[in-house]
């Protein structure tokens, strides 16, 4: 198994900024896709970004282009989310997530952490 533990959400205002951290243990998880989803009331789980252990490679969502940046520090077993610029549709509970599969479908992803809660007020 896999454990994802995130923290870093809080409050903060339009146009201000948080970084979220995803920290990883358990079994193998060097080969995996690390993503970020996010998921507000009554909304549908939806896409925000992911990242190779093994390599650079990178992925966001449209809306989230430019205001969001998915990395990793591999000493650290530590998967980080900064956001800037952000918005009150950002607003969600954000939710690590590991699978085996580069794709965008929370669907594909079998491990996941507990969420943190992000609130952007207006």
């Known amino acids: 198994q896999v454990q994802l533990v995130e923290s870093g959400g809080g409050l903060v205002q339009a146009g201000g900024s948080l970084r979220l951290s995803c920290a990883a243990s358990g079994r193998d998880f060097s080969t995996y896709v690390m993503g970020w989803f996010r998921q507000a009331p009554e909304k549908e789980r939806e896409f925000v970004a992911r990242i190779m252990w093994s390599d650079s490679m990178t992925d966001y969502a449209d809306s989230v282009k430019g205001r969001f940046a998915i990395s990793k520090d591999i000493s650290k077993n530590t998967v980080y989310l900064q956001m800037v610029s952000l918005k009150p549709e950002d607003t969600a509970v954000y939710y690590c997530?590991?699978?085996?599969?580069?794709?965008?479908?929370?669907?594909?992803?079998?491990?996941w952490g507990q969420g943190t809660q992000v609130t952007v007020s207006s």
């Open positions: 997530a590991a699978g085996q599969y580069w794709s965008d479908d929370s669907a594909k992803y079998i491990y």
